[in-house]
């Protein structure tokens, strides 16, 4: 793959996400859209170490244009692509505080994340919680295709989470932002008290959205 800005920004964010601990080793997987495709880490790659050479371009219906083997979690990524239009950059972590707060919830909710604070619920809203589906299994990408219109983060238990924005900045801003209250939340356990329902109707009528 030739050197572009999308590649720069692609190899760039991966490594922040691998030098602030959201993935290790050959876990999770990034990409970005350039048009009419996505640029996306190839299946097996180490993000913290990301090459060129290790990025694959796909159409949208997950057809290999350019490079070899995508990550076989692409379903989830073009999932979001095709369901968000304003979609530039998605993310998929393996934060250990987002996975650890995964465990202690059972029943599907789109509200898994506990509001704790403003700068969480702004750039995160409402989360929703997909059940357990081995990595890459074809109904996880299928049960991300049924939210993915409706929402841009969302919880994947026992696994990880899977954010898109307009670019990669935002989208690790968001990772960040719900490990950190997946992290509050355990730290404070019965304790803590969350933004009211108000408060979070408040922020949302401030940006203009709904749920
Ligand atoms: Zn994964």
Known sequence: ??????????????????E???????????????GECVLISQTGAELGSLTENEIVKVDLDGKVLEGTAPSKEMGMHLAMYRAREN??????AHPTFSITHSTM???????SIPPYTAAFYVRAGRVPFIPYHPSGAHSL??????LASNYHAI?????????????MTD?????????QCCQISITAGAKGE???????????EALGRSW
């Open 20 to 34: 602030r601990k959201l993935l290790h080793s050959t876990g999770g997987n990034t990409s970005v859209r350039d």
């Open 105 to 111: 919830i059972s029943e599907p909710t789109t509200d």
């Open 87 to 92: 979609a530039g950059a998605v993310i998929h």
């Open 194 to 204: 969350w933004l009211t329902e108000a408060q979070c109707r408040q922020i949302d």
């Open 141 to 146: 990408h299928e049960a991300v295709e049924t």
């Open 171 to 179: 989208a690790l801003g968001i990772v960040e932002e719900i490990e």
């Open 1 to 18: 793959m030739n050197k572009s800005p999308k590649v720069e920004e692609l190899i760039h964010y991966s490594r922040v996400l691998y």
């Open 155 to 167: 919880l994947l238990r026992q696994h990880g989470l899977l954010v898109s924005a307009a670019v």
